[in-house]
């Protein structure tokens, strides 16, 4: 799904021999093709999770945007060392987003994630039918960002894969979700989910009708 290379970007070793010397890279799009749709949906007191930061700037023009309380986390032993070494005003934690176990329940305002559910979902076959594993890793992720959102928190999840193939899974938590798309050729897909609200069903009706496995 990411491209045709041998990369394995499903693989923690991956990742980690990749971050020892690059610097940054930024998937999917920079933060201003975005900026409009995020940032009117953070506050400044937030305390906002970013999953699978990897090396993006993300966080960073975040925080220059005025939203300080950043914790970034990725399983990258390598990047959380180096990343955290350079920039002392964020929080940055090693874990794995399938379980976040290292994270209280109810602590954030909001989760966000960028291209990081695609790295896991990188080896399938088919963006119809996923393998058990990979449904498993969806899923797994998903409940533990649910779980670490406060009762009205959000989940911002900026995403290569259109909402056919997204919603599904997405439904499966308590929380209604909203799709807009961005890009000029490609196009990208802002999913925001608010937790404590009902999944709503007969707006997404549509993107529900194509793919259920
Ligand atoms: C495709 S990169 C995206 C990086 C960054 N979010 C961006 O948009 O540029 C995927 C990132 O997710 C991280 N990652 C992959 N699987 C993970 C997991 N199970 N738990 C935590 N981080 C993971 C990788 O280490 C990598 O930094």
Redesign the pocket.
């Known amino acids: 799904m990411f491209d045709n290379s041998d990369n394995d ?1 499903t693989s ?1 070793d991956y ?1 980690d021999s990749r971050f020892k010397d690059e610097e940054s ?4 799009s920079n933060f201003e093709k975005f900026s409009d749709l995020i940032v009117k949906e953070l506050k400044p007191s937030d305390r906002i999770l970013h ?4 090396n ?1 700037q ?1 966080s960073f023009q975040l925080y220059s945007a005025g939203f300080k309380d950043i914790t970034n ?4 032993n390598v ?1 959380i060392k180096k990343l955290s070494e350079k920039n002392p005003e964020m929080k940055w934690i090693c ?4 379980s976040l176990e290292k994270l209280e329940t109810e602590t954030f305002d909001v989760v966000i ?4 559910i ?3 979902l990188a080896n399938e076959k088919s963006i119809w039918t996923f393998s058990d594993t990979a449904k498993h890793d969806l899923r797994s992720t998903l409940e533990s960002i649910y779980r670490v959102l406060k009762p009205r928190g959000i989940f911002i999840s900026i995403s290569f894969t259109p909402p056919y193939f997204r919603v599904n899974y997405l439904i499966e938590q308590k929380w209604s979700i909203e799709v807009k798309e961005f890009g000029e050729g490609f196009h990208f897909y802002f999913y925001k989910m608010s937790k404590g609200n009902n999944p709503n069903l007969e707006e997404l009706e549509n993107y529900l009708k194509v793919n259920r496995n």
């Open positions: 970007y923690v990742w890279y930024e998937w999917i999953v699978g930061c990897g993006s993300l986390l990725d399983y990258s990047l874990d794995d987003m399938r994630e960028k291209a990081a695609e790295s896991l």
